[in-house]
């Protein structure tokens, strides 16, 4: 079981920059694609970004290309997505997630393919 919690989440102006933070607690001792996924609305959650357990690959959603990076540190049990040139439409909660892998490398997009999340961080960008 592994426990997830969120921070870093807050009002910024379009055009800033926020940095979220995933902290992991429990059975860290096996490996994990770490994910970041977002809710806004009315709107079903939606795949963001993803970071291999080794930390070499990594997937990102066509709308955040270029904008939006994830890393980890796993001495630090700790994801992180930094988000610059953020838009009025990055509005959502984000969610951290987890799947359990034996794959150093594998990076998972699917929603289902997650075992743990968090209960979401709230990031606001106003125009």
């Known amino acids: 079981q592994v426990q997830l919690v969120e921070s870093g989440g807050g009002l910024v102006q379009a055009g800033g920059s926020l940095r979220l933070s995933c902290a992991a607690s429990g059975r860290t001792d096996r490996g994990y694609v770490m994910g970041w996924f977002r809710q806004a609305p009315g709107k079903e959650r939606e795949f963001v970004a993803a970071?291999?357990?080794?930390?070499?690959?990594?997937y990102y959603a066509d709308s955040v290309k270029g904008r939006f990076t994830i890393s980890r540190d796993n001495a630090r049990n700790t994801a992180y997505l930094q988000m610059s040139s953020l838009k009025p439409e990055d509005t959502a909660v984000y969610y951290c997630?987890?799947?359990?892998?034996?794959?150093?490398?594998?990076?998972?997009?699917?929603?289902?393919?997650?075992?743990?999340w968090g209960q979401g961080t709230q990031v606001t960008v106003s125009s």
């Open positions: 997630a987890a799947a359990g892998t034996r794959d150093r490398n594998y990076v998972a997009a699917g929603m289902s393919e997650y075992n743990y």
């Open positions: 970071i291999s357990w080794s930390g070499g690959n990594f």
